[in-house]
């Protein structure tokens, strides 16, 4: 168990660039979130994957961001057109079983320009 | 709408001096109540999972307990490396994930 890895650790970028992070879980793990965080609040919810197959996105999440999980390993998460407002920590999870416990990486911490 | 609400915001303690922090929680079908450690600039780390009302969970100077309202990180004895943010988060199971809380920032002077 290596745990679950996210690069990069930070990208800084300017207004209007595309961005993509990468998430590999811990192998055995079929059930994938991705989640965002600003400073002084918890995480909050942005989609979940179950093998491949992308089962449910916030209802906050921007037409800029897409996520996608091929063959239901690594995950990528993509935000278009970045605005400063998108500038956060941007956190993967994944979990071998419903209602179990989460296991986060360290996240990619992105500051827009 | 799920809801979880942390309190204190903020919590400065002296070393070997035991607290509580609170966890207030509104969702509807609780399937588990989750507690995270957060260091700057890194993931949160799992603590504990509880299941239902009464239940208890310890580990080291650390025990979570769990009402039908609301859930309690004691901290017993502290020391500095104890210092940290510390999440609640609550699911209904499923496609949704954990609901978190803001946390709870403590800070453990030597």
């Known amino acids: 168990d290596t745990g679950v890895s996210q690069n990069p650790r930070h990208k800084i970028t300017k207004r209007g660039q595309n961005v993509t992070f990468r998430c590999d879980p811990i192998s055995e793990h079929n059930r994938l979130y991705w989640y965002r965080q600003t400073l002084g609040q918890g995480p909050e919810f942005l989609t979940y994957f179950q093998n491949e197959a992308q089962l449910e996105k916030s209802r906050l999440l921007s037409d800029r961001f897409s996520a996608e999980r091929p063959k239901g390993s690594f995950s990528t998460l993509e935000i278009q057109r970045t605005e400063q407002g998108d500038s956060a920590m941007y956190l993967c999870a994944t979990t071998g079983r419903d209602n179990s416990p989460l296991h986060f990486g360290n996240g990619t911490r992105l500051t827009v320009t | 709408e799920d809801q979880v609400t942390q309190s204190p915001e903020a919590l400065r303690l002296q070393e070997g001096e035991s607290s509580s922090l609170n966890c207030s929680y509104t969702?509807?079908?609780?399937?588990?109540l989750f507690w995270y450690r957060q260091d700057p600039g890194k993931g949160p780390e799992f603590l504990f999972t509880?299941?239902?009302a009464g239940e208890e969970k310890e580990k080291e100077r650390l025990k979570a307990t769990l009402t039908k309202k609301e859930s309690f990180l004691h901290i017993t004895a502290p020391k500095p490396e104890d210092s940290a943010t510390y999440l609640c988060a609550v699911t209904r199971g499923g496609a949704d994930g954990l609901t978190f809380g803001k946390g709870t920032h403590l800070i453990i002077q030597p």
């Open positions: 509880l299941y239902s």
């Open positions: 969702v509807s079908g609780l399937r588990g």
